[in-house]
């Protein structure tokens, strides 16, 4: 069974939206594992679907290296993002493994990411769901 890892942060509300997506397309096919940046974040993943949740630093450098796709915010890749939540070992671990990221371009911090065409979140979910996934995971 494939190890699908949703980081977030802050309200863990894109994680959630995130998580709800891929359980109604996948269901108990993948294991979905939330982790975020705080308790409040993780507990609405596990609540949105997750099959399990955990919080905070440790829990992500110890996680990110074993899952099978890491997916969240361009953001989770950013030391000091998220109002800080985001510490620089989290954004090592989450870069350094060797998991495909999918990554939706969103980001509160001020930085633009230049020749991408602004999506509601929405959007940007169906496309990680439907068709992002698939070309990492190709057998799920």
Known sequence: MKRICVIDGQGGGIGAAILRALKDAYGETIELIALGTNAIAAAQML????????????????????????????SIGWAHAMLGEVT???????????????????????????GLSAEPLPHLVQALVHKKLKEVLPDV
């Open 88 to 114: 620089p070992r989290m954004a090592e671990a989450i870069m350094a493994s060797p998991a495909p990221k999918l990554f939706l371009p969103l980001t509160q911090e001020a930085v633009h990411l230049v």
């Open 47 to 74: 609540k949105a679907g997750a099959n399990r949740a955990a919080s905070g630093e440790n829990a992500i450098v110890q996680t990110a290296p074993r899952v099978d796709v890491i997916v969240g915010a361009v």
